[in-house]
């Protein structure tokens, strides 16, 4: 008998820690400064991300995180992976997160930067007028993301995802914006604001 437990311990003892670890990531009665070190093991200690193509959070406009973090909870923005963090946040909680990574310095990401793209990305910008809901420094305002300083892989992504209408949740207005503007556009345009 004592071996036949034995054999099972392992498992009991996987299963067991999967389900802490389950109960951290759903962030049940977490609190608030344990939720951002949660966050920062993807996002960054100082919400600078230094991850590939998971966005940098600090700086972003208050209301616009509060908002994101708001419609990944009640399931109109499908994050797969951040279902778990986000499915038991309180109201509380989305405005103590939203605050936090509002009041942190933007830093650039570290990734490359290509000039020639920096070139075309700033013709780009101002075709489409884009400074006119990101401000012209690109720091973002209320539901508008910052765009300066922002990760450019993910920059590339999520312009591709709003281009080919991919993006549950997000504002229409920015499909219309790039409809059919070829991927090296894109990637020139995530040069350019992220080199702000």
Known sequence: MGVYMNSWRPLILGLAAASMWAGAASG???????????CGSC?????????????????????????QLFLMREGVRKIEVMAPYVKDLTDADLEGLAKHYASLAPKPSGEP???????????????????????PTFSGREQMPRLAKQRVDYLIDTLKAYRDNARAGADSAMTAVIIGLPD????????????K
Not at 117 to 133: D, F, H, I, P, T
């Open 28 to 38: 049940e009665n977490m609190p608030l400064k344990e939720r951002i070190e949660l």
């Open 43 to 67: 996002h960054g200690d100082d919400g600078n991300s230094r991850s590939e193509k998971i966005p940098s959070l600090a700086g972003q406009p208050e209301f616009f995180i509060l908002n």
């Open 113 to 135: 930067i290509d000039a020639a793209s920096v070139k075309r990305g700033s013709e780009l910008a101002v075709n489409l007028r884009c400074a006119s809901c990101h401000l």
């Open 184 to 195: 090296a556009d894109l990637a020139a345009l995530a040069h350019f604001v992220a080199s």
